[in-house]
Structure formats: structure tokens, C-alpha cells
């Protein structure tokens, strides 16, 4: 049985080391699925097992478990830049600068009562208590790419190697964190006295009103007289909106038009453009026609497919330079990309992975299909060459030093932040330098999570030898405390204001506070009691925004507060 013995004892050995994390990460993982009153942790609960892997022993050495907390980090962060990258410009449209704002209000508002509460609780000549706020505030926000990016900071401040065990306060707000969140939100709703079904009436009142830019398409028989021996493109540019004409039924033939197509009177259109432009479209054009649009003639079989974009020299390149109509005979009618419907505006730039659907006769369509790829074989792959030249670019980007006056020591966005801009920038700019940044779903969510769960069983290890002297002999009871103070406040505070201010909806405002603190279960419940997409729309709004800030800011007290 010396061998068994072996396994579990000899921290140097590999095996010893996969061992540990497996069972760890296995554990943890499993512990994060049980859920209390509908709520679970998730897998952070991979730290609450990692902290009792090391407080028993069970450990491994500090350097290899400080590579496997610093890579894991990397990845974690690299993954979800470039899941936010394609939208994160794109928040700031619309109603998004004000959500966005508020979101930024609340994050600020965090990071002033957690210093309210060390100058309060605590003994500010201790240095050691700022850090260990610092991660009592990332787990009151449930932001763990926060943690990461404060303990990787702390190696600036603490070059002897004496890192204050900041997991230990991250561990002791988390619980009553994500509790937290969903019952201050809660709160906020008997504080506005909001009614649900009232808020759930108004969206499908708006949405009547004001429908999204989605395809929409109609069957319109050409009544006015100005049109007749006028050109698609001309009829394009007096209406100055988009639009496709996918289908032409002039004399009983039916053919797919181009912009030198000319229009005649009684000739009929199958017309695709957004929704808010359908009305303007038909008046000008002229009426529906009731009857479904004539089947395809024999001489020219006309189809419609829906293409995967798969090759990479499509990657962003524009719609409207491609020449569709003209060079290759079909329309594309609509794009598809991560499950939403697009209208096909000629501005349009092409991303791997999205999904066209395009009309013609059946051989110019296969051509088309050809030219794009259409193997969704080859989407599976994940890019592993531009995962790992963008990590390359970041670790370089945040070793990049800034002097500024006063502080200690220079500033650098380390190996959370510049991996994570510089996957945000890759993710929305990356078509420009034929750089393929699509990956699957699936793909995308195995490396986070894999790069998480090594993160926090890392993290949770190295923080186990200290953590019963520093949480239950020490000040583990204030941590819990005040870490639910630094949750609740904030939202109390800025949700009242979003509602009695700017009168947003209050799912958006559950969606914009879920969003804000990153927290997923938060969301899961803003949905469990709406019938609509506003959670999900308030959350995705704030949320590149938001743990861009959660990461930068960690750095910044880090650097300023900590190392003064």
C-alpha cells in the first residue's frame, strides 16, 4: 500500500499533482450543483474545496500551483473577451449608454463602501487588511476574474512572496453575495412599489410599437406609376433604407433581379427588409399580395439555403462589395449569427460561423455555397493558432510598464487585463487582420470553464494552510458582514435611481444589476419571472463593460491603495 501512500504524499510528482486538481476540481464541481432554495454557487464551489484540500495537507508545491492558478487565469479571462469582443462597442447604441452608465455608477459605488467599511471595521495600520477587502469585495460582486486580476497584483506590492491570502475574504463574502444580489433586487421592487404584470404588459405594449430590426418579409405588387422603367438601385436610394428584392414575377416569369433590374407596373416583388421599414416600403412600392408567390418555372428552379460561412477569406468582408446579384444571379435574404436573426444590409461585414440564407437558381446558389465554405464540419475546430497568438499579444500587452507619478511601483494591466483587452479587440476587430476568432459555443464555454476550475482550485490550495487562522481565529465575521454591505447597497441605490429616474423597465433594471455584478444566477431568476428577453438584453448590455472594469479596477486599488 506504499504506493497509494506515495500518491497522496509526494507533492513533486506529477501524478501527485494531477491528482490533487482532479480530485479538487471533481469535488467542487459536483458540491456546486446542489442548490438551496433554488440557488446554487456553482463552481466556485471548486474554491470551498480547494481550501480544504490545503488546510488538511493536501497540497502541492507553491510554484507549480501559482503557474496553474496564473494559466487558468489567462485562459478564463482570453475566453471571455473574445465571447464579449463582437458586442462590446456595439452596448453602447441606443439605450445602452445609460445602462451602461449606471452600471458603471454601481461598480464605483462598490469600491466606495468597501473602503467606508475597512476605515469603519477595521485597523488600517495593519496592511494587511486592505487586500484582504480587496478580495471581500470581489466575492460580495461575484466576480472571480476580479480575484484574479487583485492576487495577480499583489505580486508587485508583496515582491518577498508574503501575499496576503485575499481568497480567504473572497470565500466569506461569496455565499451571502449571490443571495444577496437576487434579495436586494427583490427590494428594489417593493422600494419603487413596482407591480410585475404591470412591467411585463408595457414590454408587449413596446414591442407592438416598436418592433426590433429583424427580417421581414412581403409580397407587394408594383402600383406606382413613378417606378415603371426606374431601376431597383434607384427605388433603393430614393427610399434610403435597405432592402432585398429576392424574387421577380414580371409576365409570368419568375427571375431574381439585380440593381439594373427595371421595374414595371403589375410586375410583383418578394421583398425582404427590417420590420420598422415594411410600412414606408408598401406604401411607396404598392399593396400585399395576398396570393403566396408563384412557384419556381422549370427553365430556372429557384431554392432557398441557408450557407454556414466557413472560409475563412470571407471573414470580414462586406456584403455590399461582394456583388451577389450581379457576379453570382442570387440575394441574401437574412443572416443568422449566435442565434440571432439579422437584416442583410449591405454594410454588413461577414464573420466565420454565420449562418446566410441565400436565393437563386440552385447551381449559382451551390456556387455560392462553395465560395463561402458551408462546412460546418470545419466549425467544430476551434481556432487554437489565434486563441494563443492573442495570449501572446497579452501577456505582452500587460507587461507593458506606465510610470506614474506617486505610485510605487509602474503600472501594468498584468496577465488578466492585457490578455482580456486584447481579446475584446481581437474578437471585434480580428476580421481586419484575417485573424478567425469563431469558436462554437460549446468550445468557448470548456476552455473558461477549464481555465476557471484551475484558477480556483489553485487559489483555493494555497489559501487553505491560512485560512482557519485568518477567518474563524481572525476577522472572518467581519468579512461576511461587510461583504454583504458592499452587495446590497449599491443595488438598493442605483436600481431606486434607474427606476425613478430614467424610468427603465424593472427586468431590464434585473438584468442590467445582474449584469453589473457578472452573476448568472441572478439572471437565471430575473428570467424565471419574466416572460421576455429584457433580462437578457439589460444583461448583456453591461456585461463586457462591466468585467472589463471589475478587472481593471481590482488592479487599480491594488496598485494605488495597496502598495501606498
Known amino acids: 500500500m506504499d504506493w497509494l501512500l506515495n500518491l497522496f504524499t509526494q507533492q513533486d510528482s506529477v501524478a501527485h499533482i494531477a491528482l490533487l486538481f482532479s480530485i479538487v476540481i471533481a469535488i467542487g464541481v459536483l458540491l456546486g450543483k446542489i442548490k438551496v432554495c433554488g440557488i446554487s454557487l456553482g463552481v466556485t464551489f471548486v474554491l470551498f474545496a480547494g481550501i480544504v484540500a490545503g488546510h488538511i495537507g493536501f497540497t502541492a508545491p507553491v510554484n507549480i500551483l501559482t503557474f496553474v492558478q496564473d494559466f487558468g487565469l489567462i485562459l478564463f479571462v482570453f475566453m471571455i473577451g473574445l465571447q464579449v469582443g463582437p458586442g462590446f462597442f456595439e452596448s453602447f447604441k441606443k439605450g445602452g449608454v445609460a445602462l451602461n452608465l449606471l452600471s458603471t455608477g454601481t461598480i464605483l459605488l462598490n469600491i466606495g463602501v468597501m473602503f ?3 476605515f469603519l471595521f477595521f485597523d488600517t495600520s495593519n496592511v494587511v487588511n486592505l487586500p484582504m477587502m480587496v478580495g471581500t469585495l470581489y466575492g460580495a460582486v461575484t466576480n ?49 412599489k413596482i407591480k410585475l404584470e404591470k412591467e411585463d404588459a408595457q414590454l408587449q405594449e413596446l414591442e407592438n410599437e416598436n418592433p ?55 410586375d410583383e416583388l418578394s421583398i425582404v427588409c427590417a420590420t420598422h421599414d415594411a410600412e414606408a416600403i408598401r406604401a411607396f412600392i404598392g399593396p400585399n399580395v395576398d396570393t403566396p408567390f408563384p412557384e419556381d418555372n422549370e427553365k430556372q428552379p429557384l431554392v432557398s439555403k441557408r450557407i454556414v460561412i466557413t472560409n475563412p477569406s470571407m471573414n470580414g468582408k462586406t456584403l455590399g462589395k461582394m456583388h451577389f446579384s450581379s457576379v453570382y444571379g442570387v440575394n441574401i435574404t437574412r443572416i443568422t449569427r449566435q442565434g440571432m436573426d439579422l437584416f442583410a444590409s449591405r454594410h454588413h461585414h461577414f464573420h466565420v460561423g454565420d449562418r446566410v440564407m441565400v436565393v437563386g437558381p440552385e447551381d449559382n446558389v451551390n456556387r455560392v455555397a462553395e465560395l463561402m465554405g458551408n462546412s460546418v464540419k470545419r466549425l467544430d475546430a476551434p481556432n487554437i493558432a489565434t486563441i494563443f497568438i492573442g495570449i501572446i499579444v497579452g501577456i505582452l500587452f500587460g507587461s507593458l510598464p506606465i510610470a506614474i507619478p506617486g505610485m510605487p511601483v509602474p503600472l501594468k494591466l498584468g496577465i488578466a487585463g492585457g490578455p482580456l483587452i486584447i481579446a475584446i479587440l481581437i474578437g471585434r476587430f480580428g476580421y481586419r487582420f484575417r485573424l478567425v476568432t469563431y469558436t462554437t459555443t460549446s468550445a468557448n464555454m470548456m476552455l473558461r470553464e477549464i481555465g476557471l476550475v484551475l484558477f480556483l482550485a489553485a487559489v483555493g490550495i494555497k489559501a487553505g494552510a491560512s485560512f482557519w487562522h485568518t477567518v474563524v481565529q481572525g476577522d472572518g465575521l467581519k468579512y461576511v458582514y461587510t461583504g454583504f454591505l458592499i452587495t446590497i447597497i449599491p443595488i438598493l441605490i442605483m436600481g431606486t435611481i434607474a427606476r425613478l429616474k430614467y424610468k427603465f423597465n424593472y427586468f431590464t433594471i434585473m438584468g442590467m444589476l445582474a449584469g453589473t455584478y457578472t452573476d448568472p444566477p441572478a439572471l437565471a431568476y430575473a428570467n424565471s419571472v419574466c416572460s421576455k428577453e429584457e433580462p437578457s438584453v439589460g444583461y448583456s448590455t453591461v456585461y463586457p463593460l462591466s468585467m472589463f472594469l471589475r478587472i481593471f479596477t481590482a488592479q487599480l486599488i491594488v496598485l494605488f491603495c495597496c502598495g501606498a
Open 212 to 266: 426590433h430590426e429583424k427580417p421581414f418579409q412581403m409580397h407587394l405588387k408594383v402600383s406606382n406609376a413613378y417606378l415603371a422603367g426606374k431601376k431597383l438601385q434607384q427605388i433603393t436610394e430614393f427610399l434610403n433604407r435597405d432592402i432585398v428584392c429576392s424574387r421577380l414575377l414580371h409576365e409570368g416569369e419568375i427571375s431574381i433581379p439585380n440593381k439594373n433590374t427595371i421595374l414595371s407596373m403589375d
Open 144 to 192: 472571480t476574474p476580479g480575484l484574479g486580476a487583485a492576487n495577480e497584483s499583489l505580486t508587485s506590492v508583496f515582491p518577498n512572496g508574503q501575499i496576503p491570502p485575499i481568497a480567504s475574504g473572497y470565500a466569506c463574502a461569496y455565499p451571502l453575495g449571490v443571495l444577496g444580489i437576487i434579495g436586494a433586487t427583490i427590494a428594489v421592487r417593493y422600494i419603487c
Open 116 to 118: 467606508a467599511c475597512y
